[in-house]
């Protein structure tokens, strides 16, 4: 089969290599899930009784594999976000929460970088979030590691991010408001899901500025640490 005559070379497809594999994982979208720790929910000035989760994306090219994170134009107040990132193997549309599990390939450890002071202004003028979500570099991950390598269902367990050391943010992703399987179910009722795509499950309280020089390690129990330098 020849190749379709496009106009101009297309953009390579981001992929994220898989542990314990040759093979990469090619990334179709990026669903990002908001305020899903209570504490965190709290810090940003709202109430995290259980609303409905929601939704917001990132664009497949935002992902940073090599541990750059370059400090975006046009925002003075960068937030850091540490979160688990799931990699669905499988999709679908009104996936039942019974079935949400068996459509997880692996998982990441991943940042949602954030330009707070953008996000803040179009909170306030009720405009989209993509000026402070989706730019270039916004999405720093690390390699998928499959759930079968794993002992289980990561349900609970340690997640921490440090900058420059010292502990910045501290949860247990026992405590999210909406589960890994509440959240594909809920996800695949407003949108068709399918294999390649990445949810960042949102993230836990002591989100904070970035400046350049700085350095984050992000940890989460089973999974390799993510490291990423602001420059
Ligand atoms: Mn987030």
């Given at each position: ?7 101009f070379p297309p ?10 594999s ?9 669903y ?8 965190h929910a709290?810090e940003?000035?709202?109430?995290p ?11 497949p090219d ?10 975006p134009?046009l ?9 688990l990132v ?25 940042l949602?970088?954030?330009r ?21 570099h916004?999405?720093?991950?690390g ?19 440090r ?12 405590d ?6 509440e ?9 068709e899901l399918a294999?390649?795509?990445l ?21 989460i ?6 490291d990423?330098?602001v420059r």
């Amino acid at each position: 089969m020849s190749d379709p005559d496009y106009a101009f070379p297309p953009a390579p497809r981001p992929a994220l290599p898989i542990q314990g594999s040759d093979r990469l994982f090619p990334v179709r979208r990026i669903y990002c899930v908001g305020r899903n720790y209570a504490e965190h929910a709290r810090e940003m000035g709202h109430d995290p009784d259980r609303e409905p989760p929601f939704f917001f994306q990132k664009n497949p090219d935002n992902l940073v594999l090599d541990g750059v994170f370059p400090y975006p134009p046009l925002s003075a107040d960068v937030h850091y976000e540490i979160e688990l990132v799931v990699a669905l193997g499988a999709g679908g549309r009104d996936i039942p929460e019974a079935e949400a599990e068996s459509k997880i390939l692996g998982y990441a450890v991943g940042l949602d970088m954030t330009r707070r002071d953008l996000q803040g202004q179009a909170k306030k003028a009720g405009r989209p979030w993509e000026l402070a979500k989706a730019f270039e570099h916004s999405a720093p991950c690390g390699p998928i590691v499959p759930r079968e390598a794993l002992a289980g269902p990561l349900s609970k367990g340690a997640i921490s991010l440090r900058l420059n050391g010292e502990i910045r943010q501290k949860g247990d992703l026992g405590d999210l408001i909406w589960t890994i399987p509440e959240t594909i179910s809920k996800l695949s009722e407003l949108f068709e899901l399918a294999p390649g795509d990445l949810i960042l499950t949102g993230t836990p309280a002591g989100v904070g500025p970035v400046q350049r020089g700085d350095r984050l390690s992000g940890v989460i129990a089973g999974l390799p640490a993510l490291d990423v330098e602001v420059r």
